[in-house]
């Protein structure tokens, strides 16, 4: 059974951090690749970021506040958010990228080629 699990989440000040983890279980991690995404109230789901097998991408709203690592010894993710705002309070989740597309960093912002999410993290920022 393959599962996701966001933790990490919470309320921090405007310019504060935080470091979101996605453990994923019952995937082969080393050939497992993730995306973040998020969703604020009354919005649509937004990317936010991947680790493909090519590198790294993030949205031009996170680019050089937000970074992506992974643990594979520890079937961990990360999302380290730096530099926060308010327009960064969200529901944050990880998915898995299909594997079929692990090279083409374009398709990571699209939703459809994502097969597990987990149940998602809340991050409030404000003062």
């Known amino acids: 059974q393959f599962e996701l699990a966001e933790s990490g989440g919470g309320l921090v000040q405007p310019g504060g951090s935080l470091r979101l983890s996605c453990v994923a279980s019952g995937f082969t991690f080393s050939s497992t690749f993730i995306g973040w995404f998020r969703q604020a109230p009354g919005k649509e789901r937004e990317w936010v970021a991947c680790n493909t097998r090519v590198g790294e991408s993030y949205s031009d709203s996170v680019k050089g506040r937000f970074t992506i690592s992974r643990d594979i010894d520890q079937n961990t993710e990360y999302l380290q958010m730096d530099n926060l705002k308010a327009e960064d309070t969200a529901l944050y989740y990880c998915?898995?990228?299909?594997?079929?597309?692990?090279?083409?960093?374009?398709?990571?912002?699209?939703?459809?080629?994502?097969?597990?999410w987990g149940q998602g993290t809340q991050v409030t920022v404000s003062s």
């Open positions: 998915a898995s990228y299909d594997p079929l597309a692990s090279y083409v960093t374009e398709w990571c912002p699209l939703p459809h080629y994502y097969h597990y």
